[in-house]
């Protein structure tokens, strides 16, 4: 079993990869949920619903996100009468937000949402949110707050950040079948997705770090230069105090790496890192892709365990 740390579209194009060498019940994604909230009743969790969407074969694979083929009648009449609802959801995509807001209100934990949609979906890789309790990415910009999804979504990121940082409403730990998961996978691939939104909110939960040591981890950089291949990732990274660029993702991820891929067209250098192209504007590129990095992983296990983090 190959696990993934995953937020939204770089990672899951890789994974889109992977589905080609790997079959999907051989798959665990850990899944970025700080940009989890409560959306016009529905609960929306946009990362896990991307590979929700991924797996069962429905996503729109020209935005990498949401379901191809989706009407948008609720939401357009929902700001007719008046409704500030900033992020546009589809008609069947809100369905499975307002079930899954029915669920969780019910008593039942994120995780455990998730498995019964993805059982109704016919998923069959696992999909594990990071946490069960609820948290945010929030950004401080001009002197007030806001939650990363208005940050991204309806200001399109075009505001300053003067810092980045999460609120949790519950123990900041990850769940026992995440911290499982990873230590008893064959090796950890870290996404090419945000690494300050999308990847170190699972760092930070309680547990995963020191298990990730016990591992192969292999991380693919989402940098090309100074320039991330999609969203917000400069600017934030930059707000947390490290370059926007593969040498600051790879100093952000530390000690707990074993492989660092960056692209062939990257001019930054980082020491000892594999190139290869992470682009992946291909199924086939991303194939190539997903097959170096799980030859790294190989390579890693293969090697004698180091004794301490510095050893790595």
């Not at 939401?75 to 809100?94: K, M, N, Q, T, V």
Request: one cysteine or more; proline letters at 7%.
């Amino acid at each position: 079993m190959i696990v993934l740390l995953s937020g939204g579209t770089g990672t899951p194009k890789l994974i889109q990869g992977l589905r080609k060498v790997l079959p999907d019940s051989e798959i665990t994604v850990v899944v970025n949920t700080a940009e989890d909230l409560w959306v016009s009743g529905g609960f929306l969790s946009p990362d896990i619903d991307t590979l929700i969407y991924l797996f069962s074969g429905v996503l729109d694979l020209e935005r990498w996100w949401g379901i191809a083929g989706d009407t948008f009648v609720t939401h357009d009449e929902l700001l007719r009468l008046g409704s500030d609802e900033y992020i546009a959801i589809g008609d069947r995509d809100r369905a499975l937000q307002i079930r899954r807001g029915e669920m969780l209100r019910q008593g039942l934990t994120l995780t455990d949402a998730t498995g019964a949609l993805c059982s109704k979906l016919g998923v069959s890789a696992c999909i594990l949110p990071m946490t069960d309790s609820p948290v945010a990415t929030l950004v401080r910009t001009g002197g007030r707050t806001i939650h990363f999804q208005e940050y991204w979504v309806r200001h399109r990121g075009n505001l300053s950040v003067d810092e980045v940082f999460r609120h949790w409403d519950g123990p900041d730990e990850a769940t026992p079948r995440v911290l499982s998961s990873i230590l008893s996978c064959e090796g950890v691939v870290i996404g090419p997705s945000n690494p300050v939104t999308s990847i170190l909110p699972i760092l930070e939960c309680r547990g995963v770090r020191e298990a990730l040591r016990e591992v192969p981890v292999v991380a693919v950089s989402p940098f090309i230069g100074d320039a991330p291949v999609s969203g917000p990732a400069a600017a934030l990274m930059e707000a947390r105090g490290f370059s926007p660029d593969s040498a600051g993702t790879s100093a952000l991820y530390g000690d707990i790496v074993d492989a660092f891929v960056q692209d062939i067209r990257d001019p930054v250098p980082v020491p000892g890192a594999v190139r290869a192209d992470t682009l992946m504007k291909t199924p086939e590129i991303a194939k190539d892709l997903s097959l170096l990095v799980l030859s790294l992983i190989r390579e890693a296990r293969a090697r004698p365990r180091s004794t301490t983090p510095a050893d790595r």
